[in-house]
């Protein structure tokens, strides 16, 4: 993830610290009568071509997408791309996709290696929720990011227990579990601020789980106390749920120091979320 600088900022505009799409399966709205079929997702998707996804659930779509689940996907548009199957039946009620795993190949004397079907937006320390790996060791459940490979790659297990059977290459896939917003460094400032998260929310369940942190030196992180603009001195350290499409300022406390600004989200499902900070020098 990106670490953005401040600097001196005079008049404190408000900084993106980037989109913030689901944890778990990306939501589609529709997907086409044609071959190529051609699916509609809630938010931009971010794909490129060349990628590989994992369809969870396509509910009304005949052939259903999760026919044959892990499909290479054609970008048609920020919110569009098509995947080779020929669909007599339209999708008219969403379906969901994650990430796919191309491959978990043996590692013999180092951790586990994910190879994955397209850009993983991951860091070490952020957890993922594996399914269906057919490794040994299973990797299934959550697991921590211990390494960042490249793009596409990662590893998991802080034990380094070596992989001693290869896993599959057509069942795999992943979502992920708890997982972090760009990084604001405001330099050696002392004052307050605001962050306003704007949520975008598809079919139900849809929540997000939202801890704003800070940290002083980017390593150790804290919940920085915030209050709300129709409460301004009431200050709580407590995650946010967010369950509907909303705009939202919080005011960050001026009395605690922090240098460094992120979002640690979790169980979010169906949600988008698209923050912007503002700090006083």
């Not at 971010?46 to 590989?52: E, F, M």
């Not at 957890?127 to 921590?144: E, F, K, M, Y």
């Not at 795999?172 to 605001?194: E, L």
Request: hydrophobic letters at 40%; one cysteine or more.
């Amino acid at each position: 993830m990106a670490t953005l600088t401040f600097g001196t900022v005079a008049t404190n505009p408000l900084q993106s610290i980037g989109s913030l799409g689901p944890g778990g399966s990306e939501q589609i709205v529709s997907s086409t009568t044609a071959s190529p079929t051609e699916v509609t997702t809630l938010d931009n998707h971010g794909l490129a071509n060349g990628d590989t996804i994992f369809f969870t659930a396509s509910t009304t779509a005949n052939a259903a997408l999760t026919a044959a689940p892990q499909q290479v996907v054609t970008v048609t548009g920020l919110k569009k791309f098509t995947v080779p199957v020929n669909c007599g039946v339209a999708g008219a009620t969403a379906g969901a996709y994650d990430v796919s795993i191309l491959s978990i190949p043996t590692t013999p004397g180092a951790a586990p290696l994910i190879n994955c079907g397209r850009a993983h937006g991951l860091r070490v320390g952020d957890t993922v929720t594996i399914t269906a790996s057919g490794s040994t060791p299973a990797l299934n459940g959550v697991q921590t990011v211990t390494a960042v490979d490249s793009p596409t790659a990662f590893r998991v297990l802080t034990s380094a227990v070596p992989t001693t059977v290869a896993g599959s290459t057509t069942a795999a896939h992943f979502s992920k579990t708890t997982y972090y917003s760009d990084v604001i460094d405001r330099g050696p400032s002392s004052g307050g601020g605001a962050i306003v998260i704007t949520s975008t929310i598809g079919t139900a369940p849809a929540t997000a789980t939202v801890n704003i942190q800070g940290s002083a030196d980017g390593t150790n992180w804290f919940n920085i106390p915030y209050a709300l603009v129709g409460t301004p001195r009431t200050f709580v350290v407590t995650a946010l749920t967010i369950t509907t499409a909303v705009a939202t300022t919080y005011l960050l406390q001026e009395l605690v120091f922090w240098r460094y600004l992120r979002l640690a989200v979790s169980a979010c499902t169906n949600v988008t979320l698209s923050p912007t900070v503002t700090v006083i020098p």
